[in-house]
Each structure stands twice: as structure tokens, then as C-alpha cells.
């Protein structure tokens, strides 16, 4: 039982921690090139990776005062395969 329990709730821990994800996701998206961490000679995943490392550094040093995201990019930081492929589902869906 207690099992089940933990299951459930590491399910639903993990389901907030992709909306907040997505979130992030989609700011990545609206704002593309006007990103302070956008490198015009990048390609599109590294610049997709460093938008995970610049949200990653920002949230773990405080930059951004807000912590609701800072289990979403530590979840990033540690799945970025995964990431960039809700972020290439995300961007077909929105072209």
C-alpha cells in the first residue's frame, strides 16, 4: 500500500515539474533568437542546450527569484535527451 502511495505521488510530482518544463519549453520558443543565451552560429539543439544550462545556472545562483522552476531545470539538466524531444514535439505542434 505504502508503495502505491509513493508511486502516485512521484507520479504527480513528476507531471508538475513537466508543466513547469513546457513552460520553460514554450519561452524558449517564443523568444528564439532574442534569447540572452542565443549563439547565432549554434545549431538548434545546442542552442536548445543552452537554454537548459542558462536555466539551470540562473535558478541553482538565484538570478530569477522565483522557485517554482527550479525542480523543473534540475529535472532538465539531468534528462536533456527527453527534454529535446517534448521541445521537438512542442515546436511541430506550434508550426
Known sequence: ?????KTLIDGFMLERKLVKVRELIKSHIDSGER????VAT????????????????????GYFATGEYFDASSWMSSNPEEVWQIYLEMKEVSE
Open 1 to 5: 500500500m505504502i508503495k502505491k502511495i
Open 35 to 38: 534569447s540572452m543565451y542565443w
Open 42 to 61: 549554434d545549431s538548434e539543439k545546442q542552442n536548445f542546450m543552452n537554454m537548459i544550462r542558462f536555466f539551470e545556472i540562473a535558478f541553482e545562483d
